[in-house]
């Protein structure tokens, strides 16, 4: 499990303060709040892209720590990818940076129909497109743990549903995901857990609320 204790998400200004936090496997969590909250570079940080000077994030279990490390998988953005290089590059390098079995990668292009243009260059790709890919990226790496920014983004209704089976299949295979999608209420229902981030508190949602 990742287990976060007394951590602040500081950039100019205090994002979070004192989160605690408990993410387990064979579990989804999904995280809720407006723009600006921080949940991106709450993402970030637990991913180790950066680091605050209160608080801790562990991986706990029985894996040697450089093992742990690789046991996240996050790619926030399609932005992130290079337009020169074609959807295959990326499924093969993610695949043996993560040394993960390779009859992945066709399961990963056939689950969202990437075969017309996998080798094509990623300039031609649609913003849809991108978005298969990077999602492809997670299964490929068969990271134990999934953190997904906004994994909806610019997908059709049809691929936001293959999307939601798609993760349930990856929690009943005891993967730990953990996302936010701020265009997409209806896709929280996947959720075992919810929270949102509330004036720099982070906290279980409470349903029945009236002020969230």
Not at 75 to 90: A, I, Q, V
Not at 126 to 134: C, E, I, N, R
Not at 158 to 167: K, R, W
Not at 174 to 196: M, N, P, V, W
Request: net charge neutral; proline share 1%; hydrophobic share 35%.
């Amino acid at each position: 499990m990742i287990e976060i204790k007394n951590l602040d998400i500081q950039t100019n200004t205090l994002l979070i303060e004192c989160m605690n936090a408990t993410f387990d496997k064979k579990q989804i969590h999904g995280i809720s709040a407006p723009n600006g909250s921080g949940k991106s570079t709450l993402f970030r940080t637990i991913s180790g892209l950066r680091r605050e000077r209160k608080g801790s994030i562990k991986i706990t279990g029985e894996l040697p720590e450089k093992e742990r490390k690789k046991q996240i998988f996050y790619f926030e953005t399609s932005n992130w990818f290079h337009s020169s290089l074609s959807g295959m590059d990326y499924l093969r390098l993610y695949s043996s940076q993560w040394e993960s079995d390779k009859r992945l990668i066709n399961e990963a292009i056939h689950l969202w129909g990437m075969q017309k243009y996998i080798n094509e260059c990623i300039k031609n790709y649609s913003l849809g497109m991108k978005q298969k890919l990077l999602l492809s990226l997670y299964y490929v790496s068969d990271a134990s743990y999934w953190i997904m920014d906004e994994p909806t983004i610019a997908l059709d209704k049809a691929s936001v549903t293959i999307l939601g089976n798609h993760l349930m299949e990856q929690k009943n295979k005891g993967k730990c995901i953990l996302f936010s999608a701020h265009e997409s209420e209806d896709f929280y229902q996947i959720c075992d857990h919810r929270y949102t981030i509330d004036y720099g508190v982070f906290k279980v949602r409470r349903e029945n609320s009236d002020d969230l």
